[in-house]
């Protein structure tokens, strides 16, 4: 098999450069398509069918629903199920337990025993007259020297 080098050379310029008298060359193995309008096909939409004239009395209809869409938004009107959770679940509930904090009655100082180990002060606090610490509740603690001391356990 006898082949030309012009013809040679013509074809490897064509595959290298991709452009010959400023014409665009495609590949050596499939030859290039004809422009549309020319190959002699009837005139057809991008879907590969061809177009469909409606009649001229017929008016376009609504375009049918997408049966593979989603017909709500995930998360769409949320914000209303947590609208009424709050109204009607969350501030009810702090207003009960409100009630339920400040109704109760404060309790009273129980019954003081002075054990050896209670109420221990080597040395004084920083403030005030030394004696009660810096959380101290008049309500509620007893201060060294207010207790009676335990009963005594003769067994």
Same mark, same amino acid.
């Given at each position: ?11 490897? #310029? ?38 469909? #004239?409606?009649?001229?009395? @017929? ?16 998360? &769409? ?10 109204? +009607?679940? @969350? +501030? ?9 904090? +400040? ?7 129980? #019954? ?19 004696? &009660?610490?810096? +959380?101290?509740? $008049?309500? #509620? ?12 356990? @003769? $067994?």
């Amino acid at each position: 098999m006898l082949i030309r080098v012009k013809c040679l050379d013509h074809n490897l #310029v064509k595959f290298y450069l991709g452009k010959i008298n400023g014409c665009r060359t495609y590949s050596l193995c499939c030859p290039p398509r004809p422009p549309p309008g020319q190959c002699g096909c009837p005139y057809q939409v991008p879907g590969g069918c061809r177009r469909i #004239v409606p009649p001229a009395n @017929c008016r376009p209809g609504p375009i049918a629903a997408n049966p593979c869409r989603p017909q709500h938004h995930h998360g &769409k009107d949320t914000w209303k199920k947590y609208k009424y959770i709050a109204l +009607f679940i @969350c +501030f009810p509930l702090i207003i009960v337990q409100g009630l339920h904090a +400040f109704g109760n009655e404060v309790p009273h100082k129980g #019954v003081c025993r002075d054990y050896e180990y209670m109420r221990i002060r080597t040395k004084r606090f920083p403030w005030g007259t030394g004696y &009660k610490s810096f +959380f101290h509740n $008049d309500h #509620v603690n007893h201060l060294p020297g207010d207790c009676e001391p335990p009963p005594l356990d @003769c $067994d």
